[in-house]
């Protein structure tokens, strides 16, 4: 079964800090970039940060020099590394991608179940 599966969600205090983790199950990683995305409520859904296969990054402004997206192909995987936690980045949290499965089937733009990310303040 092709998934996206995010973890490392919660609850943390203003300043602190989670590393969110995007593993693609049943499937790979194509080779268009993964995004990381954020909806808070009752705002539209935001692009955070990218990175494309060749590991080039992209970040929204709100977000440079706070989080870091990286990526391990060997695990399928993707993570968000988000330090000095402010109460405007709660939000959940999602995963992007293009996915290949074993038979080479493409699924496009799929999307994650979704993180709760709280900040308090």
């Known amino acids: 079964q092709v998934q996206l599966v995010e973890s490392g969600g919660g609850l943390v205090q203003a300043g602190g800090s989670l590393r969110l983790s995007c593993a693609a199950s049943?499937?790979?990683?194509?080779?268009?970039?993964v995004g990381w995305y954020r909806q808070a409520s009752g705002n539209k859904r935001e692009l955070v940060a990218g990175?494309?296969?060749?590991?080039?990054?992209n970040y929204d402004d709100s977000v440079k020099g706070r989080f870091t997206i990286s990526r391990d192909n060997a695990k399928n995987t993707v993570y968000l590394q988000m330090n000095d936690l402010k109460p405007e980045d709660t939000a959940v949290y999602y995963c992007n991608a293009d996915l290949l499965d074993s038979g080479g089937y493409r699924y496009n733009d799929y999307w994650g179940q979704g993180t709760q990310v709280t900040v308090s303040s």
């Open positions: 049943g499937s790979i990683f194509s080779d268009n970039g």
């Open positions: 990175i494309t296969s060749g590991g080039k990054t």
